[in-house]
C-alpha cells in the first residue's frame, strides 16, 4: 500500500460528503490520542496563525466538546458532541458558530498499516451540496494540512 | 395552511435523506416538552406494541440519550447525543444498537402556525441511499404513525 503523506481531500460525487485520508507515522492508540486529549489536540488542530483554547472537552460516548480558535484577536467558535468514540472510530458532530445552523456528522477512523503506521480516515456529512462546496471553497484544506504537519511532528518528537 | 394531521414521509431525491411532517394541536413549548421531558418521551415513542424505558437522558446542548424498547420481551437498543437543543430545533445523533456502526444526524423543528398548533418537521440524514432506503423498507413509519397518534392523544388529555 502506498504511502499517503499529503492529505487527499474528495468530494463524493453522489453525496454531500468531504473525504480526507492521510497516513501518520504512530500506531492507532498514539493518533486516537492526539484527537481525543484535549491539551494534545490543542496542540496542532488548526492552520498555523491560529491558538486553539478548549473550552470544554469530554471526549467519550455521549459527550460533547467547545473550543475556541484565535488569529490576529478573532475568535472563532466550534462546538459539538460525541456520538461514540471507540479505539478505531470516533463518530462526532460539528458547528462553526460563524454559521449556528450548519452541523456536520464526522466519522474519523484509525486504521492500522502495521509497522507503527496508521491511515486516519475521515468524512464530512451535511445536508446539501451548497454547504458542501462552501466548505470546500473556505481554505480549509489549508488550516487541515497545516494541522496535521504539526501533528506529524508532534509525533517525530514523541510528544504524543 | 392545510391541516397535515397524518405522517407525511418524503425520500429526498438527491440527497440521503428522510423528511417527515405533522401537525400537532399544541404550542411549540408543549411539543418541545414532549420531545425532551423524558418521563413524556417514553410514554409516546414508537410503536404501541412497544414499551420504552429511559436508561440516560440530558436533553441538552451537548448532552446525550439511551432508551431501551421492548416488545414480546425483545430488547432495542438505541443511543445518541445532543448536538443542540433550543425552542425552535433539536439537533441530535441517532443509532440503532442493532446496526451498531449506522448513525443518522436528526434535526427537528417546531414551527409554529398560531392558533395552538404546531408543525413538526423532522430530517434524518445518512450517509449512503442503502442505509436511507433500508430504513424506509423497515417499517419505520407504522412506528413513527402510532407514536405520534399516543401523543396526539397525551396532547388532547392535557398529560403535556
Known sequence: ????????????QKLPIIRMTRDFAATPEHLFRAHTDPALFARWVGPDA?????EHWDARTGGSWQYVS????????????????????I?????????????????????????GRTRLRTQSL??????????????????????????DRMLIDGAV
Open 91 to 115: 463518530v462526532q458532530t460539528f458547528t462553526f458558530e460563524g454559521d449556528p445552523d450548519g452541523v456536520a456528522l464526522e466519522t474519523l477512523w484509525f486504521d492500522d498499516l502495521g509497522d
Open 126 to 151: 451535511v445536508d446539501s451540496f451548497e454547504s458542501r462546496d462552501a466548505w470546500l471553497r473556505s481554505g480549509m484544506e489549508t488550516g487541515v494540512d497545516e494541522g496535521y504537519a504539526k501533528l
Open 1 to 12: 500500500m502506498s504511502k499517503i503523506t499529503e492529505t487527499v481531500v474528495e468530494a463524493d
Open 50 to 54: 491560529m491558538v486553539t483554547r478548549i
Open 70 to 89: 484565535v488569529r490576529d484577536g478573532v475568535e472563532y467558535r466550534f462546538h459539538g458532541c460525541f456520538h461514540e468514540v471507540r479505539p478505531d472510530r
